[in-house]
């Protein structure tokens, strides 16, 4: 059975760190692209980061600079390493797999599309 699994939410204050997990089990990481979204109180989903299967690296501009995407193959996990949090950054994280390898980035770099497989979400809050 094909599963991602998100971990390591929780409450930080604003400018503090925070990696969160997506960890996967009935198949293997490395051929898939892995994009994480969040979905803020009130907003819609959109597209964080995305890891293409040749390691290609996407950051949607609110983010770029302050968060890094990973993959431990050995481990099967993909990381998203969230620093200078802020109260803007609130909302659920969810990872989710594209069969095809790419990151389909659409909405002007808002949003990643062709994803297969998705989480259930970590909940991420930055509040002091």
């Known amino acids: 059975q094909l599963q991602l699994v998100e971990s390591g939410g929780g409450l930080v204050q604003p400018g503090g760190s925070l990696s969160i997990s997506c960890a996967a089990s009935?198949?293997?990481?490395?051929?898939?692209?892995i994009g994480w979204f969040r979905q803020g109180p009130g907003k819609e989903r959109e597209g964080v980061s995305c890891?293409?299967?040749?390691?290609?690296?996407h950051y949607a501009d609110s983010v770029k600079g302050r968060f890094t995407i990973s993959r431990d193959s050995a481990r099967n996990t993909v990381y998203l390493q969230m620093n200078s949090l802020k109260p803007e950054d609130t909302g659920v994280y969810y990872c989710?797999?594209?069969?095809?390898?790419?990151?389909?980035?659409?909405?002007?770099?808002?949003?990643?599309?062709?994803?297969?497989?998705w989480g259930k979400g970590t909940l991420v809050t930055v509040s002091s």
């Open positions: 989710a797999a594209a069969g095809s390898g790419w990151c389909t980035v659409v909405d002007g770099g808002g949003h990643y599309a062709g994803m297969d497989y």
């Open positions: 009935g198949f293997t990481l490395d051929y898939y692209a």
């Open positions: 890891i293409a299967s040749s390691g290609w690296r």
